[in-house]
């Protein structure tokens, strides 16, 4: 197991009551464990069956392979962004989304900390650089949102970066969608006492552990400073060209799923079959900020 020298038990807010929790533990505590799944008002009492998702999962691949081939014969260019907290699911919703798509021209982003030369460019300009061709799908894990959110709670930003953010990210997105690039953002939202679990589970995994930083275990203890900082960036920057959907993701089969159907339905193209697209779930997908009120 990865060692991290200063982790100690974390000291935990939640329904008023304060708790200790210590990841190194094996054992994890029952206030989590009974109730992660429910946590966040999660609307389903279990998981979606699993035979159902796999066969779900491979029509709803079938029809992305589609639409890849309409990508390249049309030119179009997609883009699609996932946020969300650590442990969110994001990683698994874009493996499952680009599982069987052509990776020439399925390209999945995910920028490591900027460099000193990039530190002193147009804050998108990183981004930009990644944006698809013709024909391309784009698959940003984390994007430009970092500024709403990771880098202002752990201070790596200015607060006069922040607001500047706030202010510039609707105007430059409205480029990107006169530019008739097709976008998505997705936030994927978890209960904080499945982060919890999803952190321990990772923790005491040996094929997992390698998805555990040290900024997830800072992260612990930061949940409310997120919330707010979510709640802010939806606010702000859910605009008619460029809606946040929001994705309720502790059952990351429910999420997969209709994450994907999303995609899908916005997309025109050849030989779609609406019948194995299904109906979105819209107990687990609602548009910007007021779906989660």
Known sequence: MVTFPDIKPVEIEIGGKKRSFDIDDPKLPAWV????????????????DKDEYEETLER???ELVKAQYWLQATGKRVISVYEGRDAAGKGGLIFVTRAYLNPRSARVVALAKPTETEQGQWYYQRYVAQFPTAGEFVLFDRSWYNRA??????????????EKFLVETPDFERMVITDRIVFFKFWLDIGREMQIKRFHDRRHDPLKTWKLSP????????WDDYTEKRDRMLEETHKPWAPWTVVRANDKRRARINAIRCILDRLDYDGKDKKAIGQIDDKIIGSGPKFLK
């Not at 959110?149 to 922040?162: D, K, L, S």
């Not at 900024?215 to 930061?222: E, H, S, W």
């Open 33 to 48: 464990d009974d109730k992660a799944f429910s946590s966040g008002g999660f609307p389903y009492e279990k998981k979606l």
């Open 60 to 62: 709803l691949q079938i």
């Open 149 to 162: 959110g990771v880098e202002p709670v752990m201070g790596f930003c200015t607060p006069e970066q922040y």
């Open 215 to 222: 900024m997830d275990i800072a992260a612990l203890a930061k």
